[in-house]
């Protein structure tokens, strides 16, 4: 399982309000290597590359230096090593869809139209009556369209998100050549792997045709029924590229690339994976879409697995630096740590990579940001208010002015009060993610749901060895769940009411409410 640490808000080593990499190494406790670390397989850090910061990091000015708020190389090297000296693998971002408009590439492409890097980016003339060339939309709402007139050179180029994120024109193989240059100096430098930014974005239509009209004006990630045919994204020309990064990783030994894929037809998300030589994992967003329901979570996670080929192996996220954090989202019955617990439980125990996106293994929600207060572009700032560690002033994030305000809710919700209880939602995750760690079958069996039922989600995870039934009462009340499959009795692994090691009727099971359990099955 992998934990996204967004750098800017885990943990401020030099006190300047801003999280950064020595921060982070004085906080890998949380994580791996001590009595009560979580136990995480591996961290992925959110970009902490050189950066004006429009967009927080991912408007990248450097991709082969630390920003200074971060620290310097030496701190990542520092911070890579000590991760991997407590068994924690580290991935980085790679944001290859664009850079900063202030990257040496950029102010030398836009210098004129004669240019030697002119064509490293999208450029086009304004359309024959004036303005932008086509009707594509930038992804940020407040941003319009996806084409900023240069003036001086009268053209305008690409940007699929804000203006000062202009995309990178990856027909070019000297941009190709660059970028791949990129990711190998990573890859020289030990880490173990990459997070790849908006990998879908990649291709766009060579000839820059309009959108349909019916979908001109609406905005391209937040609708994923209409993205699918948005010309904006070409789906063909990706696949190439992304052969080109995995080869670049294979050439490494065990290394791994997860691409943020942000497309809803699943069937095509599949074809992400190649004949497994392109992305080793890509994020399936479907579940943060979902309510607080057992059918809904059944059904989401069968059309994946339906979907994607069988040499695909998912990666589930409930939240990430995008989105509302699920402890905000998920409403239902119930208190909504109970609620935590059963999708913990779900997340942990399915067929896939797990991510966890940090402060969601304490139950923060989304802080409140006063408009005075708030940075964002996209407006996503209440999902990254700073890591609460303890109850004290800064919450021990930081000793100075916190970037982002630290939410009233530190005092009662934090790492320092729930680890040493045991009935905390940390402590859960912790007992989780040690489970799932010496259990062969939860990392890598098959999956195969059991009987559907209105209130309670169950599956097994099996091979040949082993055979473990999870069970997730979404209601707050009790439930017998029944399937005539399943075997008179079953040996308790985990639950989020009783105890586990006992012995367990399973004809039929007993849930109580908002119980989720893991049963081994004899
Ligand atoms: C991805 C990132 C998001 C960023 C965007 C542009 O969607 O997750 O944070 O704003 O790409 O790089």
């Known amino acids: 399982m992998i934990y996204q640490i967004y750098p800017r808000s885990w943990a401020d080593g030099d006190g300047d309000g801003v999280g950064d ?5 004085s906080r890998l406790d949380h994580l791996g290597g001590a009595r009560d670390s979580l136990g995480v397989d591996a961290i992925w850090l959110s970009p902490f590359y050189c950066s004006p910061m429009v967009d927080f990091g991912y408007d990248v000015s450097d991709h082969c230096a ?11 090297d520092a911070l890579l090593a000590a991760a991997h000296a407590r068994g924690i693998r580290v991935l980085v971002d790679y944001v290859p869809n664009h850079t900063s408009d202030r990257h040496p590439w950029f102010c030398d492409a836009r210098s004129s139209r004669s240019s030697r890097r002119r064509d490293w980016y999208v450029w086009a003339d304004p359309a024959p009556g004036g303005g932008p060339p086509n009707n594509w939309p930038s992804t940020f709402a407040a941003t319009g369209p996806a084409w900023t007139l240069h003036a001086s050179s009268g053209q305008y180029y690409l940007h699929s998100y804000s203006s000062a994120q202009p995309d990178l024109n990856w027909q070019n193989p000297e941009v190709r050549a660059a970028m791949i240059g990129v990711l190998r100096f990573w890859l020289d430098r030990g880490v173990d792997g990459v997070r790849i930014d908006a990998a879908h974005r990649l291709g766009k239509d060579s000839q820059l045709r309009d959108n349909p009209a019916e979908l001109a004006g609406r905005r391209t990630d937040l609708d994923p029924t209409v993205r699918e045919r948005f ?24 290394r791994v690339a997860v691409g943020e894929v942000g497309i809803a037809d699943l069937t095509r998300m599949g074809c992400y994976y190649g004949d497994g030589d392109e992305l080793n994992l890509a994020f399936c967003f479907g579940l943060w879409r979902q309510p607080f329901s057992a059918v809904a979570y059944r059904d989401t996670i069968a059309a994946i697995e339906t979907a994607l080929p069988r040499h695909a192996w998912p990666a589930y996220a409930l939240s990430n630096h995008d989105l509302s954090r699920a402890n905000s989202r ?22 896939g990579t797990p991510f966890l996106y940090y ?66 939602l940390l402590t859960f995750y912790r007992d989780l993610i040690h489970l799932r760690r010496e259990t062969a079958v939860l990392r ?9 039922d209105p209130y309670v989600y169950a599956y097994h995870r099996h091979d040949p060895t082993d055979d473990v039934l999870i069970a997730a009462n979404f209601s707050d009340s009790d439930r017998r769940y029944a399937d005539p499959r399943l075997p008179a009795r079953g040996e308790r692994l985990l639950s989020t009411a009783v105890a586990g090691g006992d012995e367990v009727e399973l004809r039929p099971l007993h849930l109580r409410p908002l119980e989720a359990t893991v049963i081994r099955l004899v």
Do not use: K
Request: a negative charge; aromatic letters at 6%; one cysteine or more.
């Open 66 to 76: 630390v920003d200074p708020t971060f620290g310097t190389l030496e701190d990542f």
């Open 21 to 25: 990499l020595s921060g982070m190494l």
């Open 330 to 351: 998920l409403t239902g019955p119930g208190d909504s740590i109970a609620r935590a617990r059963v999708t913990a439980t779900v997340l942990l125990t399915l067929r």
């Open 359 to 424: 402060g969601e293994e304490i139950g923060m929600t989304d802080g409140p940001v006063p408009p005075e207060h708030a940075t964002d572009p996209d407006g996503r700032d209440g999902c990254r208010t700073p890591m609460q560690w303890n109850g004290n002033a800064g919450a021990g994030f930081t000793t100075g002015d916190p970037w982002l305000p630290i939410p009233a809710s530190a005092a009662t919700v934090n790492v320092a009060d729930q680890l040493t209880d045991p009935r905390s």
């Open 231 to 254: 010309r904006h994204i070409d789906h063909a020309p990706v696949h190439e590229i992304l052969r080109d990064l995995r080869q670049t990783l294979d050439a490494y030994d065990d």
């Open 444 to 452: 890598a069996g098959d999956y195969q749901p059991c009987a559907a």
